[in-house]
């Protein structure tokens, strides 16, 4: 996948940067409804708060809920530097 500004993933981003999510990868739907489910869809705001010790999971805020995904699911979201 080409990467630009513009075309990024959630795995992409760095503590503390904030991110608009823009979609999603669909090549895992039951993935993808897990995060819709938990708050992750298009237009949400996340903040990456943290990466555990190995780097996954990647622990962020996203609708004033913190959650961990691990760098499989965060592959999965395509987000927009804010």
Known sequence: MTESKDLLTLGNLQVHDLA??????????????????????????????RFAPLGDPIDIEVRGTNLSLRKEEAKLVMVRRK
């Open 20 to 49: 608009e999510v823009t979609g999603f990868q669909r090549n895992n739907k039951e993935l993808v409804d897990k995060l819709l489910a938990m708050g992750i869809s298009k237009g949400a705001t996340i903040k990456i708060l």
